[in-house]
């Protein structure tokens, strides 16, 4: 068996370990980040940023559509307040995934350890993990399944920022619906898969349709729209579709 991919027991219970299965896992994700970090870098051209502070924001926020919201908002002129409202607002979920994460993660490891895992946990690689099987998740998988997609964000978005004149405007364009066709990919196995998946999956996509449609509802700011979807959705599942009580692991 392939080390990176060896199964060890904590009390019993199966875990998902190695840095470089964690890799390989989140290469397929990191490879999928490559249009959208190119449309992130050309955007942050093209909102005024410096080379420098397009690196700085990829690598420190790490967030693709808080990241397009946040120099949307700049290129309108918003101010600094109604920013970082609107990007915190927005990145609220990760509160969720980060709690439901911090649940897998193997006991015993430090808050400075769980904390650089939550930080660099996105959508995607989120998905990924709790996909595993393994009921518990390493930090060392979780390191590498983070990294990857990171590093290609990052990089992204200084080859985004210095080739916007190398590529045609038609591709520039084109580059922003990248993200939502990763997300979809990521989607579609689980709701073919799960049929509360797919009831859960499609109340978010008409709840957030509901909300953007409403004549009352038009003002309402994108992500607190996107966060009351979400919440309603997943409130829905939880209620028609509650989790069945397992054998607590000793």
């Known amino acids: 068996m392939d080390a ?16 470089a299965y964690g890799l390989r896992t989140g290469t397929p994700i990191a490879l999928g980040y490559i249009p959208s970090a190119l449309a992130c870098g050309i955007l942050c051209k093209t909102a005024g940023l410096t080379a420098l502070e397009s ?3 990829s690598l420190i926020v790490f967030a693709g559509a808080s990241q ?8 309108i002129g918003s101010a600094i307040p109604e ?11 990760h509160v969720m995934m980060s709690s439901s994460i911090a649940r897998r993660l193997v006991p015993g ?13 996105t959508d ?7 996909m595993q099987k393994e009921p518990l998740l390493a930090p060392e998988f979780m390191f590498g399944l ?10 992204g978005t200084v080859l985004g920022f210095y080739g916007t004149s190398v590529l045609p405007q038609n591709v520039q364009d084109s580059m922003g619906i990248a993200l939502y066709a990763l997300f979809i990919g990521l989607l579609l196995p689980s709701v073919r898969k799960s049929r509360s998946a797919l009831i859960v999956a499609a109340a978010g ?37 509650p989790l069945e009580k397992k054998e607590e692991v000793r």
Do not use: Q, Y
């Open 4 to 19: 990176a991919k060896e199964i060890t027991n904590v009390n019993e219970t199966p875990v998902a370990k190695g840095f």
């Open 55 to 57: 690196l700085f924001m």
């Open 68 to 75: 397009f919201v946040a120099l949307n908002l700049i290129m």
């Open 83 to 93: 920013i970082v409202l609107a990007t915190a607002v927005l990145n609220m979920r």
């Open 109 to 121: 490891i430090g808050a400075l350890k769980k904390s650089w895992i939550c930080f660099e946990l």
């Open 124 to 130: 995607e690689s989120f998905s990924i993990a709790s």
């Open 146 to 155: 983070n990294i990857v997609g990171h590093c290609t964000w990052v990089i």
């Open 205 to 241: 996509m008409g709840l957030s349709a509901l909300i953007k449609w409403t004549p009352c509802f038009e003002d309402m700011n994108r992500g607190i729209a996107i966060m009351t979807a979400t919440g309603l959705a997943a409130l829905l599942g939880a209620v028609v579709f």
